[in-house]
């Protein structure tokens, strides 16, 4: 997320601010392989540890004829510093030894609301995630592998000669990627660059970096379509087949560019990368239309206006309004989806920690694409930690249902109790939906503005029912409106004026 520093956000008191799809493997030396098992094995020994609880129970999707699942985890913030004496060893060593310290000093040491996620929640959150009775035919990382802050606790817990920070944030981001690749089998992993994932600063990704450079190759592999991220190094965004839809692309993002706090302090500066993203992003829209295929689209930051922040805002209503990309490029996106409205149905997000959806609609208000915003395994937010899988059909990519699980003993297990992972709710049976398409969504968010009660449900789940709750009945309106408008010109005549 990106709101605030995590410094900025305590002070809230809970505040929330496509090569064809079956060629993807290549050949790796036999060294590369060794080292590849030698890592497996010690995540194996590190995720079969018992520092987490899953209950027993069936699956609660399960897929018919033609129909698969995939795994949406986000915004992890993995914090290396978690236990500071471990840093200096972390620096020193490679990747592939970051499993065996973090178990010798760091297994159970697991922090409350207002951390971000070390070593013992996030393996315990990969774990959860890999033991629902569910395969996965892919995973959705969308965004922040890095903790809040990063820069500065390095500085103060790399000891005595640092190998620096560039290297510890490659390094960091690195590790997550290996261990979402080795939790799930080796499936293809889609990752996201979010604001925190950057090794000058948030929101600070800089064009052609050393980071980007640095995670490239390995992001490349776990695509499983590596002559596919020609863009990546120099952008951090890229598009690849569809693993299971023949006539499909995943076009990924890297849309902090877009954003109002977004700063190239540590490259050249002086260039408009989210100019030539959103270039780039036309032509390949243009291009999967004129195959005749169709597209869903990654980013870390979702489409639409920042409700809490409109909510915490300071002057009129108008002036409160706070969109979380500029307005020029927010335009410019709505008008790409309205244009190629039979390319794109869905976009997936995180960055809000929380768990919700907006709707991009035509200019006559049809419905046209279902925006998901998935909840975050790091708690810094207030939010419980949580993952969410989604049933899809593989002919059509049309998203069927989703079950998010998420940890509710989060106080406990930071005082020693086993993280206890419980199913938190089924999206279509607890919603009366027919399925999660664009209409779907837009009549619920309708029924939202209208039935206290089935608000107080998307309430309670929207910080994966935290005992800290952001909606109120004074604020309601500020999220609903959120939900089926993008633009501010809507979003303020939805809001302000209560239509």
């Given amino acids: 997320m990106g709101m605030a520093t995590r410094g900025e956000t305590l002070s809230m008191s809970f505040g929330f601010d496509r090569i064809g799809p079956h060629e993807t493997h290549f050949a790796e030396g036999t060294l590369a392989m060794l080292v590849r098992i030698a890592f497996a094995l010690t995540v194996l020994a590190a995720v079969m540890l018992p520092q987490a609880a899953v209950r027993a129970q069936g699956a609660p999707l399960q897929p018919g004829p033609g129909e698969g699942l995939f795994l949406i985890v986000t915004d992890i913030h993995f914090d290396p510093f978690t236990v500071p004496a471990l840093v200096p060893a972390l620096d020193r060593n490679p990747v592939s030894e970051w499993s065996q310290i973090f178990a010798k000093g760091a297994k159970g040491v697991i922090r409350s609301y207002q951390h971000d996620a070390g070593y013992a929640l996030t393996v315990s959150a990969l774990q959860a995630a890999a033991a629902q009775n569910m395969t996965y035919d892919y995973v959705l990382y969308t965004g922040d592998y890095l903790s809040h802050d990063f820069n500065s606790d390095y500085l103060k817990h790399a000891g005595p000669s640092p190998q620096g920070h560039t290297s510890f944030a490659i390094k960091t981001a690195q590790y997550v990627s290996l261990l979402l690749e080795e939790s799930f089998g080796g499936i293809p992993v889609y990752g996201v660059l979010g604001n925190t994932d950057s090794a000058c600063g948030d929101y600070e990704i800089a064009p052609d970096s050393p980071f980007t450079a640095g995670i490239a190759d390995q992001w490349a592999t776990l695509s499983r379509q ?25 076009i990924v993002l890297n849309n902090i560019f877009w954003t109002p706090r977004y700063a190239d302090s540590c490259g050249a500066g002086g260039g408009d990368p989210g100019g030539a993203m959103m270039t780039w992003l036309e032509n390949e829209l243009a291009r999967t239309r004129k195959a005749g295929r169709k597209a869903q689209i990654l980013m870390h930051v979702p489409p639409g206006i920042n409700a809490y922040s409109t909510v915490h805002g300071t002057g009129s209503c108008d002036a409160r309004i706070s969109p979380f990309w500029h307005d020029r490029y927010s335009g410019k996106f709505v008008d790409l989806m309205r244009k190629y409205s039979v390319v794109v149905e869905y976009t997936f997000s995180g960055h809000t920690h929380m768990d919700s959806f907006a ?13 998901q915003i998935t909840p975050a395994v790091s708690p810094v937010f207030g939010n419980n930690p949580a993952f969410t899988a989604f049933l899809y059909d593989r002919t059509s990519g049309a998203i069927r249902d989703s079950a998010t699980f998420y940890m509710p003993n989060l106080s406990a297990a930071a005082q020693g109790a086993r993280p206890d992972w419980q199913l938190e709710y089924v999206y279509r049976s607890t919603y009366a939906l027919q399925d999660l398409s664009p209409a779907s969504r837009a009549a619920l968010a309708a029924r939202i503005k209208n039935d206290k009660t089935l608000r107080a449900r998307f309430d309670d789940l929207y910080a994966v029912k935290a005992h800290s709750r952001q909606i109120t009945d004074s604020n309601w309106q500020a999220y609903a409106c959120a939900q089926s408008t993008i633009n501010r010109t809507a979003y303020e005549t939805c809001y302000c004026t209560g239509n």
């Fill in 226 to 250: 590596p002559m596919r991220f020609d863009r990546f190094r120099t952008g951090g965004y890229y598009k690849v087949a569809h693993p299971t839809l023949a006539d499909q692309d995943i």
């Fill in 359 to 371: 709707i991009i609609a035509d200019t006559d208000g049809t419905p046209l694409v279902a925006s």
